[in-house]
């Protein structure tokens, strides 16, 4: 399918360059060419997208989501069977690439028969990058059984969060198996969390023997290791054994910030999702002792983002929402914005998350040949953050895979 747009207003973030009144040519679902000023007559049929001045950048990503976690109550979740989990992820994804989220990277939980049947368009929705299972000790933040159950964990195949693994040979071995099974990245968690019952937020998980066999599997599998940690002890001791990316950091210190910038470490700070859980409450699905330990990461998590983004910390785009606070999904942009000029936060959701990803090149630009992953706003996100946040009102089209998914429309488009 070919699409042109017109009249656009388009912004590439690694540059911040603009252009008024261009065009953009799409084929096969990649950007095929473009220009300034009036286009060459279209070979063949094509969509024509008229952007009337609107701002036309790459589609978004945010780089810590979970798509199996659609519902916050555990012992309804319990009941699920892995189709059952799959079909509510899938529902989840196509509303993420309506708020325009065109690639998502999950950080536990989902799997490769999910991306793939993203990827074959038998589902619609983001380009999934997915990790699979994180790996977590025994009693650490995936962990999830109460003190009086003392059954082994178990049926690796269903669709879950986390798995348990202790030790480096045991660590070793689930790196692999996660490899095995089409992991683009390995989770592991390192520090205590919120919503597990038995870990303090302080705690510091796994050794870093442990950590290192990790970071050896993921390079031999020319992969990286990606922590969920807050407290600096956990956070340093991760980044010293080679990991390349740290989830949250809510309580960095500055030995972190140095460690993340001398290694060239990316940070994912996901403070929505502790703002979004705090105004829920209980409705949130959190224990009191959650909701506790909620509080010691959230007062401290715009502290974290500033002293990153002075020291020119790599930061990308997450949210991290669970069950129905999905729906909150673009209101990071908001945070982000109270501390980052508009382009910073542009470019942690677009060409920064693609060196993230290792999608340098492929996504998160309008550079001719790259994936045609783009958003077609009315308005200016680098004037007004507020642009991406409301879709309804300013998000008129998303285009990923070939395809125009129309979100606010105007009419007003031909095809000819
Ligand atoms: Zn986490
Ligand atoms: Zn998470």
């Known amino acids: 399918m070919r699409i042109r747009i ?19 040519d ?35 990503v945010d780089a810590h989501v979970h798509l199996t976690v ?3 109550d555990v012992i309804d979740r319990a009941t699920w069977t892995p189709g059952y989990t799959t079909v509510r992820a899938l529902q989840s994804a196509g509303e993420m690439l309506r708020r325009g989220f065109t690639t998502v990277r999950d950080v536990g939980g989902a799997d490769y028969g999910m991306a793939r049947a993203l990827e074959e368009g038998l589902a619609v929705g983001p380009r999934l990058i997915f990790g699979g299972k994180a790996l977590s000790q025994t009693g650490g933040h ?22 348990i693994a202790d030790g480096v040979e045991a660590v070793r071995h689930a790196a692999r198996d996660e490899f095995r099974k089409g992991a683009h990245h390995l989770k592991m968690l390192v520090s205590g969390g919120v919503a597990s019952p038995s870990d303090e937020i302080s705690a510091v998980q796994y050794t870093s023997e442990e950590i290192r066999a990790a970071v050896v599997e993921a390079e031999n599998h020319n992969r990286y290791v990606t922590v969920h940690a807050y407290h600096p002890r956990a956070v340093n001791q991760a980044l010293r054994a080679g990991v390349r990316c740290v989830e949250h950091g809510n309580l960095i210190d500055e030995e972190s910030i140095r460690l993340l910038v001398e290694n060239d470490a990316f940070l994912v700070p996901t403070i929505i999702t502790y703002e979004a859980m ?9 224990s009191e002792v959650s909701l ?13 983002l500033e002293q990153a983004h002075r020291a020119g910390v790599n930061l990308v785009y997450g949210s991290d929402l669970l069950g129905a606070l999905q729906a909150r999904q673009l209101d990071e942009f908001t945070i982000r914005g109270r501390i980052q000029p508009p382009l910073d936060v542009i470019r942690s959701a677009t060409s920064t998350a ?21 958003l077609v706003l009315d308005g200016d996100p680098e004037q007004d953050l507020s642009v991406l946040v409301s879709p309804e009102r300013h998000l008129r089209h998303v285009i990923h895979q070939g395809a125009v998914t129309d979100v606010a429309t105007h009419g007003n488009d031909t095809a000819i």
Request: some cysteine.
């Open 354 to 374: 693609a060196r993230l990803l290792k999608l340098e090149g492929r996504i998160g630009t309008l550079a001719p040949g790259t994936y045609a992953d783009l």
């Open 292 to 304: 506790k330990k909620l509080e010691e990461v959230r007062a401290a998590a715009m502290h974290a």
């Open 6 to 24: 017109i009249n656009a207003h388009t912004l590439e973030p690694l540059t911040g360059e603009r252009q008024k009144r261009a065009w953009l």
């Open 70 to 72: 659609t519902s916050t």
């Open 278 to 286: 705090y105004e829920a409450g209980s409705a949130s699905g959190l």
């Open 26 to 60: 799409v084929v096969d679902g990649r950007i095929a060419g473009g220009g300034v000023g009036t286009p060459p007559e279209p070979s063949g049929d094509a969509r024509i997208i008229d952007a009337r001045g609107g701002t036309v950048m790459p589609g978004l």
């Open 142 to 163: 995936g962990d999830f059984r109460a003190p009086l159950d003392d059954s082994q964990p178990c049926c690796q195949h269903k669709p879950d969060f986390g798995r």
